[in-house]
């Protein structure tokens, strides 16, 4: 049996207390053993750890019994911070913790971790308020404050880049002419801003100040000048040199104007100065030098030089060519002028040579060169021509005119010749006649000319008339005489025509008629009397009698067939009347219908027109009158309407009438589909008469859907984070077509990333658009704790150095993953347990610390030390999970023989333990 077990207990971190001496009694044994066995579980919420010490007694036959304490380490207590103290720094650059000094921090039950946050203090300059705060395992946290005041008190050194003299044009910005440089003990910007002063053209005078200033505020300034000079002379282009006829315009609005262009402003001035050298006459050499000059007075020049060259001969005008008589004088003076000349840029004289072809008898052609010549050796000429001529014409006398008999000789010989002389050469005489129609017939007029002719071509004419004669009559033969019918031509193409000749000329052919009517119509006989005339008038005639007979049906042209409308007048006035002619008298026209019924109030009428003439001869054509019915019905359609999709809705009927018979209604639909169920019908409404005359009208009838549909959303639900949100679905119906379903999620996230309320909006919609909407909320929670786990082994035992840092010690990190947010993970109780038997104090204990998640062992102990060590992680929604971890450490292989046990301690006693932090 054993006694002096303490109860269970819940004891602060820190003030776990030492294992009490138990007891055990055995009816057997006076003096039973009792062993300690340690074990560590998981802590709960705010636990450090559980520890379990449990009791064995054991018997001399090995016979045992057990009794167990547990007991709960908490920690409520905030662990302690030391803060490093307010300081002053240069600049912004010196206030990491390396250089301002960090917190330090204790906790009486396990690591502490140390952070700090920085603010600038507001109305403060330069001044940043750190606060550091120490957490411990369980949460609990210490904060206090250092102050570190920046003590920049120092502007930048700044040096301007030199000073520059830029020729226009020039790149004036800082990539041209240099920035300024600066140094200082804290960070800092360099600024420029430029005042300008405007120079002639475009020169410039920049004084350009640059400024560095730090991150205090604290800055220097110096000033960089930069001059844009000009000291380039435009460009200028002459017009191009030229070569002129005197005489001309030399001026510059007629020979060109320089031009001139400048880099660095504009052209001020373009002006000219002319220099001449003389030449022959009014010719001359000018010399034109251009200068150009910019706004800073800077010039150039060029030359154009202008020749004025006379190389155009004077303007001659010869006299008129002259024609003179045989025998007259031929020399300049009197009636023969002298050439005249101008010339525009110099003094001339005129000189002539003469040059004669011999003519007829003593003629003569004389070509008479004139020459101007001005002062520059240039010259022109023009010929005159000077004719001495023959143009008196020879005298002649013609023979007297004559009448001679048509187709008498008319030659000289027997109507007569002329004679004829000249003053200057012999004569000869030839005639030529001409002819023209006569009065009549064959009978011509001879126009005879005589032409008398001299040696130069000079002619004298006369003329002689020769006239001929006819005197005798033609004769003629009459067609014989001949019956025809009435109307027919009695023209002598039909009836037949005379014969007839004449010995001089043509026979012209008349005819009178003389008739009288005889029985009927235009019946008649006709005595048609034939003249023979020849083209002098002399006629000859005789008679031919024509008989007319009428046995010919007069004709008619009936009236167009017509078609009339149902209820028409039919009568001829208004459907016309039949007309009719004959060749041969009056025509009398009289009609007889007959009838054929058709549809309704329709018929056909076959109307006999029949002409007769006077002479009893008739002839008939018949018209046909088709009385039609082709007006449709007058329809009427009901009005449009508008309808709900599935409601039975009256939507009318139409009506018709009808002038000509009865009327029946008939409908047809087409149909549009919409959307859903609605469509938009057309009714079309058709009136059909008698005589299938058709009009119809359409009704529109739409059928619409404006009702939205039903819905019900799914209840609201709650799942744990990392399940399915899609809890349940909605549903609805319409009465009007199919619907879909969209559902659109609003997150409001609470603790973590995924936890938090999803409002989901569920929202049915119908074919037509239609739609209703409703609520539904998802909560997703999380009470599901992080999964840890550490990855303790066993280790061989090793030496630790005693510096206690962990370059050559061993650690071993606990992890936690989970689903649905952050983590953080932390080590809590370590444990060491000694083997049994060692219950000193020497140094061969195990050394153990821990940093976060992480313990490093420093020493392991002497073999068989087993390492005992919690870990304790946490979510962001509160979720805690634990683990107990262990390490044993192993015996070295010896490498000379076997090492006892060397202390004088019992072997029997219980082990005692150690906790290191």
């Avoid at 060169?369 to 005298?395: F, I, K, R």
């Avoid at 449709?632 to 009808?658: F, L, M, Q, R, W």
């Amino acid at each position: 049996m054993i006694s002096g077990v303490p109860g269970e207990a819940t004891v602060e971190c820190a003030a776990l207390p030492p294992p009490v001496a138990v007891t055990a009694t055995d009816e057997c044994d006076a003096n039973p053993t009792v062993s300690l066995d340690l074990t560590y579980g998981s802590p709960g919420v705010g636990e450090v750890v559980v520890v379990t010490r449990t009791w064995t007694a054991t018997d001399a036959d090995g016979n045992s019994s057990s009794a167990s304490q547990t007991i709960t380490v908490i920690d409520t207590i905030s662990p302690e911070i030391s803060c490093p103290s307010d300081v002053s720094v240069e600049c912004l650059g010196d206030v990491d913790p390396s250089n301002t000094g960090s917190a330090t921090g204790s906790d009486s039950c396990g690591s502490v971790t140390i952070s700090h946050n920085d603010t600038l203090m507001p109305g403060a300059s330069c001044q940043i308020k750190r606060v550091w705060t120490a957490a411990d395992w369980c949460g609990n946290e210490t904060d206090c404050k250092q102050i570190i005041t920046l003590t920049d008190n120092e502007a930048p050194a700044i040096t301007c880049p030199d000073s520059a003299e830029l020729e226009c044009p020039a790149d004036t910005s800082s990539n041209g002419t240099g920035e300024a440089t600066a140094t200082d003990n804290c960070d800092y910007e360099i600024s420029s801003s430029d005042e300008t002063t405007q120079g002639c053209g475009d020169t410039l005078k920049i004084a350009r100040t640059w400024s560095a200033t730090d991150s205090c505020g604290n800055s220097s300034s110096c000033v960089q000048m930069i001059l844009v000079i000009d000291t380039t002379a435009p460009s200028i282009a002459c017009p191009q040199s030229i070569t002129l006829e005197c005489p001309t315009d030399t001026g510059v609005g007629a020979n060109g104007s320089a031009t001139g262009n400048d880099s660095c402003g504009d052209v001020t001035s373009i002006v000219s100065s002319d220099s001449s050298a003389p030449g022959c006459g009014g010719s001359e050499t000018i010399t034109r030098t251009w200068t150009a000059t910019d706004e800073c007075n800077n010039s150039n020049s060029c030359e154009q030089v202008i020749t004025v060259l006379d190389t155009t001969a004077p303007e001659i005008t010869c006299p008129a060519d002259v024609t003179v008589e045989c025998t007259a004088s031929t020399a300049p003076g009197g009636s023969n002028s002298a050439a005249t000349a101008t010339d525009s840029c110099s003094g001339y004289g005129i000189t002539y040579s003469d040059a004669a072809a011999p003519g007829c008898g003593n003629t003569e052609t004389i070509t008479r060169s004139w020459t101007a010549t001005d002062e520059c050796g240039n010259n022109s000429s023009c010929d005159q021509t000077l004719a001495v001529v023959d143009t008196t014409a020879p005298s002649i006398s013609c023979p007297a005119d004559t009448v001679i008999e048509c187709t008498s000789s008319s030659a000289t010989g027997v109507t007569g010749e002329a004679t004829g002389s000249d003053t200057c050469g012999g004569v000869s005489i030839d005639h030529s006649d001409s002819v023209a129609d006569g009065d009549c017939g064959d009978n011509i007029v001879i126009t005879r000319k005589f032409t008398a002719t001299d040696d130069c071509g000079n002619s004298n004419s006369c003329t002689q008339t020769i006239k001929t004669e006819d005197t005798t009559a033609p004769s003629i033969t009459c067609p014989d005489d001949v019956v025809v019918e009435c109307a027919t031509s009695i023209s002598p193409d039909v009836t037949g025509g005379p014969t007839a000749s004449d010995t001089c000329g043509d026979v012209k052919i008349v005819y009178s008629d003389e008739g009288k009517y005889t029985d009927c119509g235009f019946n008649a006989e006709i005595v048609r009397e034939f003249t023979a005339i020849d083209d002098c008038g002399n006629s000859t005639t005789c008679r031919q009698t024509i008989t007319s007979e009428d046995t010919t049906s007069p004709s008619i042209a009936c009236p167009a067939d017509a078609t009339v409308e149902c209820l028409a007048d039919t009568s001829a006035g208004a459907t016309g009347s039949a007309t009719g002619s004959d060749t041969c008298g009056d025509v009398t026209i009289g009609s007889s219908d007959s009838s054929a019924p058709g549809c309704g109030g329709s018929e056909t009428i076959t109307r006999t027109w029949t002409a007769t003439d006077e002479c009893k001869n008739s002839n008939s054509c018949d018209q046909t009158v088709t009385v039609v019915d082709t007006t449709a019905p007058v329809i009427a359609c009901p009005p449009d309407v508008t309808i709900e999709c599935a409601v039975d809705s009256p939507t009318g009927a139409a009506t018709a009438t009808d002038a000509c018979s009865g009327v029946g209604i008939t409908r047809s639909d087409a149909s549009a589909p919409g959307c859903g169920n609605s469509e938009t019908i057309t009714r079309t409404w058709t009136a059909t008469d008698d005589c299938d005359n058709t009009s119809s009208c359409d009704q529109t009838i739409t059928t619409v859907d404006t009702t939205a549909p039903s819905i019900s959303c799914p209840a609201d639900g709650t799942v744990e984070c990392g399940e399915s949100t899609r809890v349940g679905s909605a549903t609805g119906s319409d009465s009007c077509g199919g619907i879909r379903f969209h559902s659109e999620d609003s997150f409001e996230p609470s603790c973590g990333g995924d936890a938090g309320v999803i409002t989901r909006t569920w929202t049915v919609t119908d074919d037509c658009g239609n739609s209703t909407s409703c609520g539904q909320t998802v909560t997703i929670i999380d009470t599901t704790p992080p999964e840890l786990s550490c990855n303790a082994n066993d280790i061989t035992e090793f030496d630790g150095d005693d510096d206690d840092d962990d370059d050559d010690g061993v650690s071993f990190t606990a992890t936690a993953v989970d689903v649905c947010s952050n983590v953080r993970v932390k080590v809590g109780w370590i444990v060491s347990v000694p083997p049994p038997g060692d219950d000193d104090d020497d140094d061969d204990d195990s050394k153990v610390k821990a940093k976060g998640a992480t313990i490093t062992i420093l020493d392991s102990g002497s073999p068989g030390t087993v390492i005992n060590w919690t870990a304790k992680s946490i979510d962001d929604c509160g979720n805690i999970s634990a683990v107990s971890c262990s390490i044993t450490v192993l015996e070295k292989e010896k490498e000379h023989g076997d090492y006892g046990d060397h202390d004088d301690d019992d072997d029997g006693d219980h082990p005692w333990w150690k906790r290191h932090w």
